[in-house]
T-cell receptor, first 111, second 114 residues
Framework: SQKIEQNSEALNIQEGKTATLTCNYT??????LQWYRQDPGRGPVFLLL?????KEKRKERLKVTFDTTLKQSLFHITASQPADSATYLC??????????FGTGTSLTVIP | KAGVTQTPRYLIKTRGQQVTLSCSPI?????VSWYQQTPGQGLQFLFE???????NKGNFPGRFSGRQFSNSRSEMNVSTLELGDSALYLC?????????????FGPGTRLTVL
């Protein structure tokens, strides 16, 4: 079955720095990969989607890369702010449309 | 535009009982997906419905079932509840099926099985 690993359960960085979160997967090759943000007590909120034939996607201070050879996606938040503190989830969508989520990385941006 | 709504928000049941959860998607969205979220397993996909048809199914036992109505509202049923079914159940709606577009999640239903 699909296995998804997100780097360290918790990540602390200083305000203004770039946060880099990792999503590694095994076995299947996803057709799409999505990143979500989840705040305590709330459902996930969609951030970005990247397709298997895309290398990089950007949205404001967010950037996602997708390396199908390494089976890895990197999620970057530049000029991080305390308001970026949350849990970030990656999700793989496999042909046949199975959805697999990672367990998430808790990001804390320290003022 | 109103977001995804889920009812009830909290539920306490005992082992062996059954439960039905409800999800109303964003107006115009025809895809509804259900997920189970626990601290240990994270977010796990249950199933996805589109236009009243189940399109995808995760690896959960048959005790977990769902349906979708003609107005796109969806219900999820869990029969013969077990302690391990305690979790946050989330539904998400999308304008298309299969993960092509973003999913909008509801606030979830917190189910506790005693």
């Amino acid at each position: 079955s699909q296995k998804i690993e997100q780097n360290s359960e918790a990540l602390n960085i200083q305000e203004g720095k770039t946060a880099t979160l990792t999503c590694n997967y095994t076995n299947y090759s996803p057709a799409y990969l999505q990143w979500y943000r989840q705040d305590p007590g709330r459902g996930p909120v969609f951030l970005l989607l990247i397709r298997e034939n895309e290398k990089e996607k950007r949205k404001e201070r967010l950037k996602v890369t997708f390396d199908t050879t390494l089976k890895q996606s990197l999620f970057h938040i530049t000029a991080s702010q305390p308001a970026d503190s949350a849990t970030y989830l990656c999700a793989l969508i496999i042909p046949g449309n199975q959805f697999y989520f990672g367990t998430g990385t808790s990001l804390t941006v320290i003022p | 535009k109103a977001g995804v709504t889920q009812t009830p928000r909290y539920l306490i049941k005992t082992r062996g009982q059954q439960v039905t959860l409800s999800c109303s998607p964003i107006s115009g969205h025809r895809s509804v997906s259900w997920y189970q979220q626990t601290p240990g397993q994270g977010l796990q996909f249950l199933f996805e419905y589109f236009s009243e048809t189940q399109r995808n199914k995760g690896n959960f036992p048959g005790r977990f079932s769902g349906r979708q109505f003609s107005n796109s509202r969806s219900e999820m049923n869990v029969s013969t509840l077990e302690l391990g079914d305690s979790a946050l159940y989330l539904c998400a709606s999308s304008s298309t099926w299969g993960g092509v577009n973003e999913q909008f999640f509801g606030p979830g239903t917190r189910l506790t099985v005693l």
